[in-house]
């Protein structure tokens, strides 16, 4: 797709993989990547397979992007939600198939797919946003709402709690943990699995499911658009 991504397609299912730096971050070159990669997938009709480098799924946003300016981070903010959006929203299933530590947006990325494979290890999972002193948009609290239980949105999104892959598993971040080696032939095995289902009736079911949530994350969106973000020191 990009220097950052990368597209890798089979028969059934097509494996997007991120690579940019030590800490996979989130770029808008990353984000163009991710959305060239989801229209070839969608173009093929295809089962879709996120994954990130050995050690580290992502660890969220660029950094030197969201300390640039107010609205350079705005931005940046704006393209990852909408890139939530498209993936909650996507016709076909999207497994992310974590490979370490999965921190804000990285955490977010595993909130907007369908089914998430972690390994097992000493990684970190979970919203760091009120750590690093920024104020949750309200595009982030609409997706926590939408995959944890309320017990675990408060911890995860007020109080910034990380967990490990095990904790993560029972806060909602994960479905399946796996040791390491086994990570992208799990990943594989489950997206052929889920190419058998039929593609129009896992859509419009999917669109059923979730029609709440994507129309209060559309509304948090346009709320986000209005109001500068928050990054207090």
Partial sequence: MNEFVNYQSEENYAIITIKNGKANAISFEVIEGLNLGL?????????????????????????KIMTKSPDSAKKLVTKGSKLS????????????????????????????????????????????EVIIGMTMHNAGIAIAKARLSEVYL????????????????NAGFLDLLVPEEHLLATAIKVAVMFSKLNKKAHSETKLKVRKQHLQDLEKAIELDLKANISLNS
């Fill in 39 to 63: 229209d070839k997938a969608e173009k093929e009709n295809k089962v879709v397979i996120i994954t990130g480098k050995e050690g580290v799924f992502s660890a969220g946003f660029d950094l």
């Fill in 85 to 128: 959006l498209r993936m909650l929203s996507f016709p076909q299933p999207i497994i992310v198939a974590c490979s370490g530590h999965a921190i804000a947006k990285g955490a977010f990325l595993l909130l907007s797919s369908d089914y998430r494979i972690g390994i097992e290890g000493d990684f970190k999972i979970g919203l760091n």
């Fill in 154 to 169: 408060n911890r995860s999104v007020n109080n910034a709690e990380i967990y490990n892959p095990k904790n993560a598993l």
